[in-house]
């Protein structure tokens, strides 16, 4: 039995639209009865091709029925779309929504190629950041009959929004699609306009923790969660870095950071360093934890993330 490795995504928004129809009936009592019209469904058109996230053309013969997902943001934004009935293997990563626990598990740093065949999928939602290395599991799938859809790798939220089309195309849900797209620009809308009322000199320089000392990593640029804070109006302190860089506690200390935030449950060990008794963040106990599937999952939940986020660092004015 072999198993093949893919790379685990970074990580989180469930948001879900509800259609509204009325209908109004006439005041005339010779009229007919006007009919109660049903709600109207999604027409998908199959076959469909789509371009995946390595730029391929993939064509998607008919509506899937049985879908496994090999990553979590594929899952959530799956589910998001409506088809959790449908998804019928998860990595063992997946943790959201509940669901997925009664769902089999197809593996973790490495995906079961039988398992999945046995499940008889046929369509696979795989992701770009790890189709490099799982290059020859997925080629078993794809010559097992199974079609086999990377989404693209995002780093932005413009990119997540094009992996919600791209799975909704694929799955004949594009209506839900744009939807759940709308969703989060708006409330990110709300979030930021909100924000608009801090002014400049109060905006606070935030530090991002993602794991702690020895080997000391934060968000710099090109990251969800720089995106974040600029939405927020905050600073990232190492928002001249690019990606997830490895920083010295020196250089982290000399940030002199307002807020610090970690995304692994570090806030009382942070506040305990000695080292960083003088930094303002420590001294005004200001250093919060937050969920980090919500602010690095490139999924539907991202925008949550930037509420938690906007609550932690101005809590007066994101009540």
Same mark, same amino acid.
């Given at each position: 039995?072999?198993?093949?490795?893919?790379?685990?995504?970074?990580?989180?928004?469930? #948001?879900? *639209?509800?259609?509204?129809?009325?209908?109004?009936?006439? !005041?005339?009592?010779?009229?007919?009865? !006007?009919? +109660?019209?049903?709600?109207?469904?999604?027409?998908?058109?199959?076959?469909?091709?789509?371009?995946? $996230?390595?730029?391929?053309?993939?064509?998607?013969?008919?509506?899937?029925?049985?879908?496994?997902?090999?990553?979590?943001?594929?899952?959530?934004?799956?589910? *998001?779309?409506?088809?959790? %009935?449908?998804?019928?293997?998860?990595?063992?990563?997946?943790n959201y929504?509940?669901? /997925? &626990? !009664?769902?089999?598990?197809?593996? $973790?740093?490495?995906?079961?190629? %039988? +398992?999945?065949?046995?499940? &008889?999928?046929?369509?696979?939602?795989?992701?770009?950041?790890?189709?490099?290395?799982?290059?020859? $599991? #997925?080629?078993?799938?794809?010559?097992?009959?199974?079609?086999?859809?990377? =989404?693209?790798?995002?780093?932005?939220?413009?990119?997540?929004?094009?992996?919600?089309?791209?799975?909704?195309? *694929?799955?004949?849900?594009?209506?839900?699609?744009?939807?759940?797209?709308?969703?989060?620009?708006e409330k990110l809308?709300?979030?930021?306009?909100?924000?608009?009322?801090?002014?400049?000199?109060?905006?606070?320089? =935030?530090?991002?923790?993602?794991?702690?000392?020895?080997? #000391?990593?934060?968000?710099?640029?090109?990251?969800?969660?720089?995106?974040?804070?600029?939405?927020?109006?905050?600073?990232? /302190?190492?928002?001249? #870095?690019?990606?997830?860089?490895?920083?010295?506690?020196? +250089?982290?200390?000399?940030? +002199?950071?307002? =807020?610090?935030?970690?995304?692994?449950? $570090?806030?009382?060990?942070?506040?305990?360093?000695?080292?960083?008794?003088?930094?303002?963040?420590? &001294?005004?106990?200001?250093?919060?934890? /937050?969920?980090?599937?919500? =602010?690095?999952?490139?999924?539907?939940?991202?925008?949550?993330?930037?509420?938690?986020?906007?609550?932690?660092?101005?809590?007066?004015?994101?009540?």
């Open positions: 039995m072999k198993r093949w490795k893919w790379t685990a995504a970074l990580a989180a928004l469930f #948001l879900l *639209a509800a259609v509204l129809v009325g209908c109004s009936s006439g !005041t005339n009592s010779n009229a007919q009865p !006007t009919k +109660k019209e049903e709600p109207k469904t999604e027409q998908a058109a199959f076959p469909v091709t789509v371009k995946d $996230g390595l730029g391929q053309d993939v064509t998607i013969k008919a509506e899937p029925k049985k879908i496994v997902s090999l990553i979590p943001s594929n899952t959530e934004i799956a589910y *998001a779309l409506g088809l959790g %009935e449908k998804i019928v293997g998860v990595s063992d990563f997946d929504p509940e669901d /997925v &626990k !009664t769902k089999t598990k197809i593996g $973790g740093m490495e995906f079961n190629v %039988e +398992k999945i065949i046995s499940l &008889k999928p046929d369509l696979v939602l795989a992701h770009a950041s790890s189709a490099h290395n799982s290059r020859d $599991g #997925l080629k078993q799938l794809k010559d097992a009959g199974i079609t086999v859809l990377v =989404v693209n790798d995002a780093k932005s939220f413009d990119d997540v929004y094009a992996s919600i089309e791209l799975i909704g195309k *694929a799955t004949g849900t594009t209506d839900k699609a744009k939807q759940v797209i709308n969703d989060m620009k809308a709300q979030i930021q306009e909100k924000a608009k009322q801090i002014p400049a000199d109060k905006q606070a320089n =935030v530090w991002i923790e993602v794991s702690p000392p020895p080997q #000391l990593y934060t968000a710099g640029k090109g990251t969800f969660m720089d995106e974040m804070l600029q939405v927020i109006s905050a600073k990232n /302190v190492a928002g001249s #870095l690019e990606g997830w860089p490895m920083v010295t506690e020196e +250089k982290a200390v000399a940030y +002199k950071p307002d =807020v610090i935030i970690t995304t692994y449950g $570090g806030a009382k060990q942070v506040l305990a360093r000695t080292a960083w008794k003088d930094v303002p963040a420590v &001294k005004n106990k200001r250093v919060y934890d /937050v969920n980090s599937d919500l =602010v690095s999952r490139p999924g539907p939940r991202l925008a949550e993330g930037v509420e938690e986020l906007a609550k932690a660092i101005y809590p007066d004015v994101f009540k």
